[in-house]
């Protein structure tokens, strides 16, 4: 599973912002479209930060590689 940490991340990411419309989340001192590109940002440099790991096979866990 922890090859997909960047599209979780991304999905995390849409999930808010979808959820800042649905709840009503207010921040009236900001324009909607503002706080939907700092989400976007955010989102962004989550995906980035966060490396997706390779999957481990049962053969390299037991020491055993393939040497092509």
């Known amino acids: 599973m922890s090859q997909y940490n960047k599209l979780i991340v991304a999905l995390i990411g849409v999930a808010v912002m979808l ?3 649905q709840v009503g989340l207010d921040l009236s001192a900001l324009e909607p ?3 939907d590109a700092v989400i976007g940002v955010l989102t962004a440099i989550g995906v980035f930060a966060v490396p997706n790991k390779p999957r481990v096979s ?3 866990e037991e020491g055993i590689y ?3």
Do not use: E, F, G
Request: proline fraction near 0%; hydrophobic fraction near 40%; aromatic fraction near 0%.
């Open 33 to 35: 479209t503002l706080v």
């Open 58 to 60: 049962h053969a390299d």
């Open 19 to 21: 959820l800042k419309d």
């Open 66 to 68: 393939d040497a092509r």
